[in-house]
């Protein structure tokens, strides 16, 4: 990288990131804030149970857009072990972005995955001590991402998508998630 491309990209960087939240989302509503910083998972689903397969990844998540957004990024496999091909289906190295929507009091989140072109649409919100999140794939099949078994330094993440019989609920995603430590 030049000179040149690199004062762009930290100039890109400074833009894109914050240190707090927006002074105009109140603690009560900020859902994501927790998150911030690097994590760990162990990956027990992806469009298959993977147990056997020992398959980890990695997630970081920081404040953007002068704090109004929480983005984060899904690595899978881990960085440091992404040097052979992947098979499509398992590799993930995708971005979520969420943003506080005060006018329907929820979280409006978006995830691109252009390692495998997926993309959804949903809506975040505390439901007991849990987020979910609900919306659909781009084709339409509605979808629910859930953060259970939330603590400071844990999470339980499942993402599952309706049937085409639209009463069955299966399951495309499993991760359990541990805080990295410094």
Same mark, same amino acid.
Do not use: C
């Given at each position: 990288?030049? @000179?040149?491309?690199?004062?762009?990209?930290?100039?890109?960087?400074?833009?894109?990131?914050?240190?707090?939240?927006?002074?105009?989302?109140?603690?009560?509503?900020?859902?994501?804030?927790?998150?911030?910083?690097?994590?760990?998972?162990? +990956?027990?689903? &992806?469009?298959?149970? +993977?147990? /056997?397969?020992?398959? =980890?990844?990695?997630?970081?998540?920081?404040?953007?857009?002068?704090?109004?957004?929480?983005?984060?990024?899904?690595?899978?496999?881990?960085?440091?072990?992404? =040097?052979?091909?992947?098979?499509?289906?398992?590799?993930?190295y995708g971005t979520t972005l969420r943003v506080w929507d005060?006018?329907?009091?929820?979280?409006? +989140? =978006? &995830?691109?995955?252009?390692?495998?072109?997926?993309?959804?649409?949903?809506?975040?919100?505390?439901?007991?001590?849990?987020i979910v999140q609900i919306g659909m794939h781009a084709n339409g099949t509605p979808i629910r991402w859930?953060? *259970?078994?939330?603590?400071?330094?844990?999470?339980?993440? *499942?993402?599952?998508?309706? @049937? @085409?019989?639209?009463? *069955?609920?299966?399951? /495309?995603? /499993?991760?359990?998630?541990?805080?990295?430590?410094?």
């Amino acid at each position: 990288m030049n @000179a040149l491309d690199h004062d762009l990209a930290r100039g890109f960087h400074a833009a894109l990131g914050a240190p707090g939240r927006a002074a105009g989302i109140d603690a009560a509503d900020d859902l994501y804030g927790w998150l911030i910083g690097s994590w760990d998972m162990d +990956v027990l689903h &992806y469009r298959g149970d +993977v147990r /056997e397969q020992h398959l =980890t990844g990695e997630i970081h998540f920081g404040r953007v857009l002068e704090g109004r957004a929480v983005q984060d990024v899904w690595i899978m496999p881990r960085r440091a072990d992404r =040097t052979t091909p992947r098979e499509r289906g398992l590799d993930m190295y995708g971005t979520t972005l969420r943003v506080w929507d005060a006018s329907i009091e929820a979280w409006r +989140v =978006t &995830y691109l995955n252009p390692a495998n072109g997926q993309r959804d649409e949903l809506i975040g919100r505390k439901i007991g001590r849990d987020i979910v999140q609900i919306g659909m794939h781009a084709n339409g099949t509605p979808i629910r991402w859930n953060f *259970t078994e939330i603590t400071a330094d844990s999470f339980r993440w *499942t993402g599952v998508a309706l @049937a @085409a019989d639209g009463v *069955t609920w299966n399951l /495309e995603g /499993e991760f359990v998630a541990r805080r990295r430590r410094s």
